[in-house]
């Protein structure tokens, strides 16, 4: 009998805590949510059309992502109005895992995930601050 008691104060207990917790406002996550690359070839060069619409997403400076493509690609590249111009063919795939790759090492904070971060250069060593959670954490190269 006293097992049986037990049982219902656990479940009392359990729709109370239930109770409580339901109140409390859930945080919304909001996710980085960005275009295809649109890449058309003309001749021997490769457009990326939709170029300025990734560093206005992530807030970054449209020469610095294009620095890294260029790097990234082993071409040269240049800024057309919204679009990027690249000598020689390249495939048309390499241009999302790129940005996806910029995306995990030059915007999400390593500690949080949150993409609210920006870049901050110390002397010759840059940082990555985080918006969210406050982190300040050392990245790679000079891309961001």
Request: net charge positive; charged share 30%; hydrophobic share 35%.
């Amino acid at each position: 009998m006293e097992q049986h008691q037990t049982k219902a104060d656990y479940e009392v207990l359990l729709d109370r805590l239930h109770n409580k917790l339901g109140t409390t406002a859930k945080k919304e996550v909001s996710r980085l949510e960005l275009p295809v690359p649109q890449i058309i070839w003309v001749g021997q060069r490769t457009i990326f059309r939709n170029f300025i619409d990734f560093p206005k997403a992530l807030r970054r400076e449209p020469e610095k992502l294009l620095l890294y493509l260029n790097k990234e690609l082993a071409s040269a590249g240049y800024i057309n109005g919204d679009r990027v111009i690249f000598l020689g063919r390249k495939v048309r795939s390499s241009f999302g895992a790129l940005i996806d790759r910029y995306v995990k090492d030059y915007v999400i904070c390593p500690v949080c995930g949150s993409h609210d971060t920006r870049t901050e250069k110390n002397k010759k060593l840059g940082f990555l601050l985080c918006e969210a959670c406050g982190a300040k954490s050392s990245i790679k190269g000079n891309y961001a």
